[in-house]
């Protein structure tokens, strides 16, 4: 699909539409004005200004150096690049941590131009999630492994594999949409799990690591471009620029091996 400049830009109640009608949602992660331009021609649904930036743009072992003026510097920088897509801003390390806190971080994102921001785990953000929806601000959660707990976890592990933490990644996911998340991030978790997870999910979940059956499919742009970030490619990543020919061309790979399901098969998922 190619999109016009002028093309509306996609809201958030139409991404819940989409899902009823079967349709996948794509997203990538995005840092500047000049490949969000790119992820917008290729109709890509969602981009996601992930703190990501921190390992993949700023060079860091982890997201947790990351603040939020980065977060809202590249924000900027996206949407003045993607009128389409829907842009999600990421809430870096710590700047969640309180309501009041995420408040005065998510209102810079949305002047910045982001529609949506994201934030990880369930637990204590219950509270975080439902005072920024009361006030307007539209959510996606982030549940499985999730980057900013890599000193508790011990590095970047599957989640969800025993029984006990796959009972509570399910009680999270149904928790985080009432509490009204209105997008759900499963990454690095069992494929069968995030299925069973999407099946009872009342909002749509995309997954990374997660298997094909999540309601849409997220890769950090660097990955689905095959760049050489100096960090270890976990087993979901796909290198789409040998099959797309371009960086335009892989993009659109990725986008259209999401939407027919080809992507991720076995090998980019976890049992
Ligand atoms: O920061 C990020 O890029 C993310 C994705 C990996 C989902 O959170």
Known sequence: MSVHPEQKSLSVPQLAQMRAEGRKLVMSTCYDASFARVLDAAGIELILIGDSLGMVVQGHDSTLPVQVADVVYHTAAVARGARRAVKIADFPFGSDATPEQAHAAAVRFIQAGAAMVKLEGAGHKLEVIRFLVEREIPVCAHLGLTPQSVLRMGGFKVQGREQSAAELLRA???????????????????????ASITAASPIPTIGIGAGAECDGQVLVLHDLLGIDTGHRKPKFVKDFLAEGGSIAGAVRAFAE??????FPDASHSYS
Do not use: H, K
């Open 257 to 262: 091996a999401v939407r027919d399901g080809s």
């Open 172 to 194: 999270d996911a149904l928790a985080v949409a009432e509490a009204g998340a209105a997008l759900l991030v499963l990454e690095g978790v069992p494929a069968t799990l995030a």
